[in-house]
Structure formats: structure tokens, C-alpha cells
């Protein structure tokens, strides 16, 4: 099973975009899931993350009030959903999952990961 984030682009400042993580085959099997993020030549940034549930939910602080994670009910698709985008918010964006019940917002908790998704977003 592989990871395939879409929905990047180039947007203006201000605006909205939501990205889209699937599974290549079936259905989506995580303990939580999570996007991260990655600008030129800066480190992977934790961006969001969410159980399988949807009840526990965690933000960047960079991000936070204006991205949110979902995912739908078939357990299909994990979304974020961005507002207010900056052009900071500039990266490419990556989808990943993991099986283990203590994950934080280290990439290494994370093993299945999607391929990324360009977000550029002008000022």
C-alpha cells in the first residue's frame, strides 16, 4: 500500500486549498495520521496530525486556527484543509501514517509516506 497526496497548486495569499492523502489500494489502516511539511532547504515541519477516531487532533503552532485535519467517514482519504494561507506556508506538503499508539510530531514516528504535494502560495 502506498500514499498519494494531490490537490497542491499555486494559490494567492489569503486563499483556501485542500489537499487530499489516499491509500494507492483500499482502505486507509493507521493508528494516526498526519501531513508534514517541507520548504527549501528547511527540515521536515510537523504540520497536523489525527487518530484514526478523529477525536485527538494536533497543530503546528504556525498553522494552527487556520489548517484543519480530517479524514472521511469511509476511512478512505485524510484531508487538510488550509485558510488564510501565507506564503510561508510555501513547502512541499507530505501525507503519513503510522501504526504506533505514541507518535508525537517527530517524522520518525511515521513510517508510510506519500510522495508530496507542491503548495506555493504567492504574495
Known amino acids: 500500500v502506498q500514499l498519494q497526496a494531490s490537490g497542491g497548486g499555486l494559490v494567492q495569499g489569503g486563499g483556501s486549498l485542500r489537499l487530499s492523502c489516499q491509500a494507492s489500494?483500499?482502505?486507509?489502516?493507521?493508528?494516526?495520521a498526519a501531513w508534514f511539511r517541507q520548504a527549501p532547504g528547511k527540515e521536515r515541519e510537523f504540520v497536523a496530525s489525527?487518530?484514526?477516531?478523529?477525536?485527538?487532533?494536533s497543530y503546528g503552532n504556525s498553522v494552527k486556527g487556520r489548517f484543519t485535519i480530517s479524514r472521511n467517514q469511509a476511512k478512505t482519504m485524510v484531508y487538510l484543509q488550509m485558510v488564510n494561507v501565507k506564503p510561508e506556508d510555501t513547502a512541499v506538503y507530505y501525507c503519513?501514517?503510522?501504526?504506533?499508539?505514541?507518535?508525537?510530531?517527530?517524522?520518525?514516528?511515521?513510517?508510510?509516506w506519500g510522495q508530496g504535494t507542491l503548495v506555493t502560495v504567492s504574495s
Open positions: 503519513a501514517t503510522t501504526q504506533q499508539q505514541r507518535y508525537g510530531d517527530s517524522p520518525t514516528s511515521f513510517s508510510l
Open positions: 489500494e483500499g482502505t486507509l489502516d493507521y493508528v494516526a
Open positions: 489525527m487518530n484514526w477516531r478523529g477525536s485527538t487532533r
